[in-house]
């Protein structure tokens, strides 16, 4: 079955500590993003790949880092600088960067961080 | 810039009745529109995009939306409604502004179905 795995689901983490959570997808999807979700908030962007190797910060990359070395891999580092790290990650992917492809959500992970 | 305002973040309905989520969008050129839908602690699914063609879209689980130039809205529908619709439901439309293939999402609205 196709589709995108995130692990772990649930993850707790005490303050001051990194964190990777991880995202793979076997659609051989090119473009590859990482969404905060917050109650209330909708959806924010954190991160995004369009291609191996290369990636772009979106609206709150501040305290979180990415790498895309591998096509089906981004995994997302969330840094000891991120000050209000608790929250629902989703990783997302779509077949190309053109607009008209919607994004494929993985099944996300909570972080909580103490 | 692209933007999205969902109406209503919590909506309540009857088991039967007709659900209607509204979503206005704000883009300079024709836009691309999505729906998805969220259950609790999951990710989220595809109900119905609009890219191009016809303005009354058909998705999954009997949800459908029609893009209305004029008004700038992408309203999501279904006639009648069943407990399993409860869930949060987001509106995108496609970020012109940013990186193609970026989407801009609306803030969601929670539907809840009483029996």
Not at chain 1, 71 to 78: G, H, M
Not at chain 2, 12 to 30: D, F, H, I, K, W
Request: a neutral charge; glycine letters at 8%; aromatic letters at 12%.
């Amino acid at each position: 079955d196709g589709g995108i795995t995130q692990s772990p689901k649930y993850l707790f983490r005490k303050e001051g500590q990194n964190v990777t959570l991880s995202c793979e997808q076997n659609l051989n999807h090119d473009a590859m993003y990482w969404y905060r979700q917050d109650p209330g908030q909708g959806l924010r962007l954190i991160y995004y790949s369009q291609i191996v190797n290369d990636f772009q910060k979106g609206d709150i990359a501040e305290g979180y880092s990415v790498s895309r070395e591998k096509k089906e891999s981004f995994p997302l580092t969330v840094t000891s600088a991120q000050k209000n790290p608790t929250a629902f990650y989703l990783c997302a992917s779509s077949p190309s960067d053109s607009l008209s492809y919607e994004q494929y959500f993985g099944p996300g992970t909570r972080l909580t961080v103490t | 810039a692209q933007s999205v305002t969902q109406l209503g973040s919590h909506v309540s309905v009857s088991e039967g009745a007709l659900v209607l989520l509204r979503c206005n969008y704000s883009s300079s050129v024709p836009p691309y529109l999505f729906w998805y839908v969220q259950y609790p602690n999951q990710g989220l699914q595809l109900l119905l995009k609009y890219t191009t063609g016809a303005t009354l879209v058909k998705g999954i689980n009997g949800f459908e939306a029609e893009f209305k130039k004029s008004e700038t809205s992408f309203h999501l529908t279904k006639p009648s409604a069943h407990m399993s619709d409860a869930a949060e439901y987001f509106c995108a439309v496609s970020d012109y502004g940013g990186s193609q293939g970026n989407l801009i999402f609306g803030k969601g609205t929670k539907l809840s179905v009483k029996p």
